[in-house]
Structures are given as C-alpha cells and as structure tokens.
C-alpha cells in the first residue's frame, strides 16, 4: 500500500476540471484558465448564463489545495484520495480551530487500495458567471411580472443592457427600494433572482 503524496500541477488539475465540467454540464460552454503568481496559483472557471454559480462551485471546489479562512486571515492545505474510478474525496486538512477559525480538521483512511494520497497545486477555484442580454431580459420579465401584481408597487423604469463579451447588466436612475423597509431596488432583485435560476 503506497500513500506517498502526489502533487497534480495547476495544468494537470484545470484539465481534471474541464472534464468533470463536460460531465456534469455537456451543453455548457465553460473557461477555465490558470493563473500563477507569487506564492501560489489558481484556477478561474467562466461561462455565460447556463447552471447557477452554486451548481458548479459544487463539483469544482473539490479541486482546490487551500482553504482561505476569512474570519482570522488564514489558510490551511488540504490533501485529497483520488479514487480509481476518478473521484475525489478529501484526505487531510489541519483545519484552523486550533488558532481559532471556522475550519474543522479533517483525516480519513485510505478508502481504497488503490486510491492515490494527491495534493493539488491550485490553492482555489474561482467560479464567474455571466449573463447574456436575453437571459438577463428573460428574468427581467419574470421579476417585473411577479411585482406587478402588488398596486402599491410602482417599477422603476431600467434597460437590459448588452455587455458584448461581458456580463449584460440592469441599468437605471432609479435606485430606491421597491418596498418600504427594504433595501431592494429593481436591480437588486433582477440580479438576485438571475443568480438562483438555470438559464
């Protein structure tokens, strides 16, 4: 039983996660490129429209080295099993409640006799989806049909405007609440309805 650690390259892991992309999402285009620099390197995940950012975070974190604990401003290395079959599952991590962070430690047994003990060299994953113009004016219509119904309720005019390469996004003049006590303007909710549906 060898458990010696393997080290997967930043290349080795973006090409890992282009495959698993193309399984769990075969009409989605997807970009994923590596970016090193000092101290370490990560790896970002773009596409238009498609799957929620939840959806995909939840087959690409898997592949990340670090964990980034924001609540004390530090990291821990994580080690993976790789599976014969070509799965993952995290091997080792120190975890960070020791210095008083949020992050458990984890360690578990080799699952397999032939799982391989891995570490992968991109620290995170970073995932960024954008909107198209007609998948932003689709949830528009959904959201301003659904406050119509409220006569207290007056909507703000806006314009889906088409970014080209980028991100479409909500243009208006008029930024104050829908609602009393809200925080929520029509841009907000555009935007936060886009983020939770498949388009």
């Keep these: 039983m060898n458990t010696s650690k393997e080290y997967i390259t930043v290349a080795e892991t973006a090409k890992l996660i282009r495959k698993v992309l193309k399984e769990k999402f075969p009409t989605q285009k997807f970009s994923v490129r590596s970016d090193s620099y000092a101290g370490g390197a990560s790896i970002d995940i ?15 974190n898997i592949f990340s080295g670090k964990r980034f604990d924001g609540m004390i401003d530090m990291a821990d290395c994580i080690s993976h099993w790789l599976m014969p079959d070509g799965t993952i599952q995290v091997a080792h991590a120190p975890g960070t409640e020791g210095s008083r962070g949020i992050y458990p430690a984890i360690e578990t047994v080799q699952p397999h006799p032939e799982a391989r003990l891995i570490h992968f060299m991109a620290d995170y994953i970073f995932c960024q989806r ?25 909507i703000p005019v806006f314009e889906v405007i088409d970014g080209g390469e980028y991100s479409a996004h909500i243009a208006t003049r008029d930024h104050r609440p829908m609602f009393p006590g809200s925080c929520d303007s029509i841009r907000d909710l555009i935007m936060s309805q886009a983020s939770e549906t498949t388009l």
């Design 46 to 60: 773009s596409w238009k429209d498609g799957p929620v950012s939840k959806d995909v975070e939840g087959v690409t």
């Design 130 to 154: 954008a909107y198209s113009q007609a998948g932003l004016t689709k949830v528009a219509a959904e959201v301003v049909a659904e406050y119509s119904q409220y006569t207290n309720v007056q």
